[in-house]
């Protein structure tokens, strides 16, 4: 089973920014759509963001409440994927998974389906 790693949640205050990495654990991201979700407490997971495989063009997606705030990257060089959080809200508390699925030649997908799963790292805005 391939799995994913992501780090740099923690606790911020609103209006503040943090960076989540997703990296694979001893296997290559190339050719993999990568997705990020979230899930706050008693809700739904939510797709946040999508990005492409860079033999499919690397486009990006990003559900409504976080566009403008939030980017998503990847470095091939670190075969790391990153999400980059601005101006972080109260309502963007939640568990942020990171997700994996081999699509080397069609643009991600924002809600997947994604086949490898990160454990999650938690963000917690609040003052």
């Known amino acids: 089973q391939l799995q994913l790693v992501e780090s740099g949640g923690g606790l911020v205050q609103p209006g503040g920014s943090l960076r989540l990495s997703c990296a694979p654990s001893?296997?290559?991201?190339?050719?993999?759509?990568i997705g990020w979700f979230r899930q706050a407490p008693g809700k739904a997971r939510e797709g946040v963001s999508c990005i492409s495989s860079s033999s499919s063009g690397g486009a990006t997606n990003y559900v409504d409440s976080v566009k403008g705030r939030f980017t998503i990257s990847r470095d091939n060089a670190k075969n790391t994927v990153y999400l980059q959080l601005n101006r972080l809200k109260r309502e963007d508390t939640a568990i942020y998974y990171c997700a994996a699925e081999r699509r080397p030649f069609s643009p991600c997908a924002l809600m997947g389906p994604y086949d490898y799963w990160g454990q999650g790292t938690q963000v917690t805005v609040s003052s």
């Open positions: 001893g296997w290559t991201l190339d050719y993999y759509a």
